[in-house]
């Protein structure tokens, strides 16, 4: 059993309490996951050529300061580093695929949470609430966030194994579910040049999409796409810069509910990570129907 | 009318009180308000008693019912009235997947839509809703009625063994063994009685019903090669 919560801000002036208000929704899915927690914040963007990256190393007084200056040296780039509990973000004025590349090359150890030029992700293990208050996740503003609770059943309890996944740039996933035909679609994926880093099955879920992304599909037609390859049980939601998305398994066996104002679309698995939104009780309230794609723009938002 | 905050009692302090109120029970008219979609709300009950609940209530509410009459103005989560045994369950909203499943008697009313599943292996119950329900309704369904005004979806009354459908609107398909059924003077009657005790204002000669074929009871003879 996992939870999943996400929020997507359609007003403006709700950014500065994105992190709030997913801090509350993600508490209420602790029944549902109390072994981790993770979450994916689209916040602060990072201009022009530059990148973040999210890092994670399980050793709390790691040397980042020390990668960092290898790091600025090597790409001759300037390199700020940001500390939150074993986690750091990393900007640095150069692609986010060339900072992986050098990271890969000669820190193998640092595990990459997340990339892109908006997207954070931090995941962790502990009760919800523990997770959110080391990353000082009520004080994140922005326009859109997911985060998920795990209550693993079959894999380790770990860091890695944590959700939310991501797979490209500023995009992410997290999947409440089992994939059935994950064996084969990891292997079709490897030959088309994805390198896995765990042995889950959501984490094929979301190097899927990205390979359907990567060829020039949009966020709901990645998702459709999905519908005929994936085989087995999903509630997923997803994040990329600019969407927001929520797909459903034609059985539909994982809960999910959806709500929508003026202001905001929440997802989650249970009502109540909603009922404390501002306005929930006037939202409209559905649950999501099997097989169909929901998808949400920021730029057609605005 | 007794009201309770669930902002400021927990659902199992509720849930005590009301289960330790002894049949003859003077206190017989209760209000939840800020369910908030907690679990498990007025499960068990067992007095006639009258509960209204405002706002969204989450898993289970109102399960294994017996004899009170509970309205909740709002929408329920998953496995709404489950295993209901008698008394009466009203949402004014939509329900989530699940609604009345293993219902043995009373009866459920959902004035929106219900979810996936409704009815699911209903032993009993007698389910109208105002809306549509989701796929595979009826699954299983042993016992009982299952009216809905709107449409149904896929698979409707997979391997039904009895119960009655009435079905309004469209039916995207029907389940293994589902047949429709033809509506007899005595099947309109039955239902024109089921939409006025659920207060649904429907023309009962609309509707359409249906039912188990019976051919899945017993292992069919001509089958025996398969195995």
């Known amino acids: 059993m996992c939870g999943i919560v996400g929020l997507f801000l359609k007003n403006p002036a709700l950014r500065p309490s994105l992190g709030r208000h997913l801090s509350h929704m993600l508490v209420e899915m602790t029944e549902r996951g109390p072994d981790s927690a993770g979450i994916a914040v689209y916040h602060k963007p990072v201009k022009g050529k530059a990148s973040k990256l999210t890092l994670f190393h399980a050793d709390p007084h790691f040397h980042w300061r020390e990668v960092g200056g290898a790091v600025g040296e090597a790409l001759k780039a300037e390199v700020d580093i940001e500390t939150k509990a074993n986690h ?3 900007t640095v004025s150069a692609p986010d695929a060339t900072v992986r590349g050098w990271l890969k090359a000669h820190h193998p150890e640092i595990r990459i949470m997340g990339y892109g030029q908006v997207m954070e992700v931090y995941k962790d293990m502990g009760l919800p ?14 326009t859109h966030a997911i985060g998920h609770t795990r209550m693993a059943t079959e894999s380790a309890v770990t860091t890695e194994h944590s959700h939310p996944f991501t797979a490209a740039s500023d995009m992410c996933l997290v999947h409440n579910g089992s994939l059935s035909n994950h064996n084969n679609l990891r292997k079709w994926l490897r030959k088309r040049g994805h390198e896995f880093e765990t ?5 094929v879920a979301a190097r899927y999409f990205a390979h359907r992304l990567s060829e020039g599909a949009s966020l709901a037609e990645a998702l459709e796409a999905g519908l005929k390859d994936l085989d087995g049980f999903y509630t997923f939601t997803m994040g990329t810069r600019n969407g927001f998305a929520v797909l459903r398994d034609a059985f539909a066996c994982k809960p999910a509910v959806l709500a929508e104002t003026d202001d905001w679309v929440a997802m989650a698995s249970e009502y109540r990570s909603i009922a404390n939104l501002p306005g929930a009780d006037k939202a409209a309230v559905w649950a999501p129907a099997p097989a169909v794609v929901y998808t949400w723009d920021v730029k057609a938002a605005a | ?3 309770v905050d669930l902002d400021h009692s927990s659902v199992r302090d509720l849930n005590e009180r009301l289960h330790r109120l002894p049949p003859e029970t003077n206190e017989k008219a209760w209000r939840i308000v800020n369910p908030k979609g907690a679990h498990a709300l007025c499960a068990g009950l067992s007095v006639p008693i009258e509960v209204v609940i405002d706002g969204h209530p989450g898993y289970y509410c109102a399960g294994m019912n017996k004899e009170a009459s509970i309205v909740v103005n709002g929408h329920c989560g998953v496995g709404l009235a489950e295993n209901m045994m008698s008394g009466e369950v009203r949402v004014k909203g939509n329900a989530s997947d699940a609604a009345g499943a293993t219902g043995r008697g009373g009866l459920l009313v959902i004035e929106g839509d219900a979810g996936l599943r409704c009815g699911i292996s209903m032993k009993g119950i007698d389910i109208v809703v105002g809306g549509s329900v989701g796929h595979m309704s009826a699954f ?16 409707l009354g997979d391997s039904i063994y009895e119960a009655r459908l ?7 398909s029907l389940g293994a063994d589902c047949v429709e059924k033809k509506m007899t003077p005595h099947h309109l009657a039955k239902l024109e009685r089921l939409l006025a005790r659920a207060g ?6 609309r509707f359409k019903r249906y039912g188990s074929a019976r051919r899945l009871y017993n292992f069919h003879v001509d089958h025996a090669d398969a195995y």
Do not use: H
């Open chain 1, 199 to 203: 042995d889950n099955d959501s984490e």
């Open chain 1, 88 to 90: 750091v973000v990393m």
């Open chain 2, 200 to 205: 649904i204002e429907a023309d009962p000669r």
């Open chain 1, 129 to 142: 609430k523990q997770v959110a208050e080391r990353y000082g996740l009520s004080k994140m503003e922005g």
């Open chain 2, 140 to 155: 299983m369904a042993q016992g009982g009625s299952l009216v809905v005004c709107g449409d149904a979806g896929s698979s």
């Open chain 2, 166 to 172: 009435y079905i309004q609107g469209k039916v995207e």
């Open chain 2, 1 to 3: 009318m007794i009201t």
